[in-house]
């Protein structure tokens, strides 16, 4: 069974950067994808931005659209989320998932997820 470790979250001033990394235990399949989501207490899981780990096609949430950036190390199995110009309303547990859909953006299309990083943006 595939394991994902997220680490990076932290909490930063609105307008900083932070940049989450979530390692896999195993390389994924070619066909696989690796997504971000987020989630505030309360409500449900959003996704933030997806890359597909063979072609590295990527997409995002219009709401992250131009600040937040998507990437992989293929060599670390490792996929990481650049986040900059961060606002309050980024305030989340960040999780990472792992998806044979390959460009999946629903949670019921993802298999495996990680613990969670906490990510808190101060006015």
């Known amino acids: 069974q595939v394991q994902l470790v997220e680490s990076g979250g932290g909490l930063v001033q609105a307008g900083g950067s932070l940049r989450l990394s979530c390692a896999a235990s195993?390389?994924?399949?070619?066909?696989?994808?690796l997504g971000w989501f987020r989630q505030v207490p309360g409500k449900e899981r959003d996704f933030v931005a997806g890359?597909?780990?063979?072609?590295?096609?990527?997409y995002y949430a219009d709401s992250v659209k131009g600040r937040f950036t998507i990437s992989r190390a293929s060599a670390k199995n490792t996929v990481y989320l650049q986040m900059n110009s961060l606002k309050p309303e980024d305030t989340a547990v960040y999780y990472c998932?792992?998806?044979?859909?390959?460009?999946?953006?629903?949670?019921?299309?993802?298999?495996?997820w990680g613990q969670g990083a906490q990510v808190t943006v101060s006015s």
């Open positions: 195993e390389r994924p399949s070619s066909s696989y994808g």
């Open positions: 890359i597909g780990w063979s072609d590295g096609d990527t």
């Open positions: 998932g792992l998806t044979d859909y390959g460009l999946g953006t629903a949670t019921y299309e993802y298999d495996y």
